[in-house]
């Protein structure tokens, strides 16, 4: 119930390609979705959020899609950068338990 | 505006001794949450704590405690160290509660290796 399952674990894509990470949730007092974004040796930042009641979000190129009767949601990354290489996490919470869960990741390496 | 300070970076302790990590949120924050990071399991969730209150705990065993103060500073204490505590402990400050949508930002973390 309180699982948050991300997918691929690792993503190659050339310079200028989409990168897309997938994530499914089962608790569907799930309300914010967050993504974080990881360099090696800093904390994660927060990159971009939704909430359900709107099935896509667009931040420059980055693009969060919502599905809500499938409770799954993805990052796209348009014109992926070698600078976009990063461990990227999706996460969730709700006001019933308002604990942030997070996926485990997705090491995302962008070839120059 | 300074970000949120964890101390120390980097830690080495032996099996069975204690260590206590320090977290300084952001000046005004009033939440702060502390996540273990390994690179299998990911970010797992630890403790949150709210105007000195602990608002949610993790499955974690009682050997991982916290607290926080009054001007909002939280420590994390781990006892008798297990060799798979060895990880990097992040904590997040928000302004209020993370889980109700509001931003929260991470500090570096710590990274403990238990020897």
């Known amino acids: 119930q309180q699982q948050v399952k991300q997918s691929p674990q690792s993503l190659i894509v050339q310079k200028g390609g989409i990168s897309i990470i997938n994530c499914a949730y089962e608790n569907t007092a799930f309300d914010y979705f967050p993504w974080y974004q990881q360099f090696p040796g800093k904390g994660p930042a927060l990159l971009i959020a939704i909430r359900p009641d709107v099935s896509e979000k667009k931040e420059g190129r980055f693009t969060i899609s919502f599905n809500k009767s499938a409770k799954q949601f993805s990052l796209h990354i348009m014109d992926s950068q070698p600078g976009d290489s990063a461990t990227y996490f999706c996460a969730a919470s709700g006001l019933e338990d308002d604990k942030i869960i997070f996926g485990k990741g997705t090491r995302l390496h962008i070839l120059p | 505006k300074a970000g949120v300070t964890q101390t120390p970076r980097y830690l080495i302790k032996t099996r069975g001794q204690q260590v206590t990590l320090s977290c300084s949120p952001i000046s005004g924050h009033r939440s702060v949450s502390w996540y273990q990071q390994t690179p299998g399991q990911g970010l797992q969730f630890l403790f949150e704590y709210f105007s000195e209150t602990q608002r949610n705990k993790g499955n974690f065993p009682g050997r991982f405690s916290g607290r926080q103060f009054s001007n909002s500073r939280s420590e994390m204490n781990v006892s008798t160290l297990e060799l798979g505590d060895s990880a990097l402990y992040l904590c997040?400050?928000?302004?209020?509660?993370w889980g109700e949508g509001t931003e929260a930002f991470f500090g570096q973390g710590t990274r403990l290796t238990v020897v």
């Open positions: 997040a400050s928000s302004l209020v509660i």
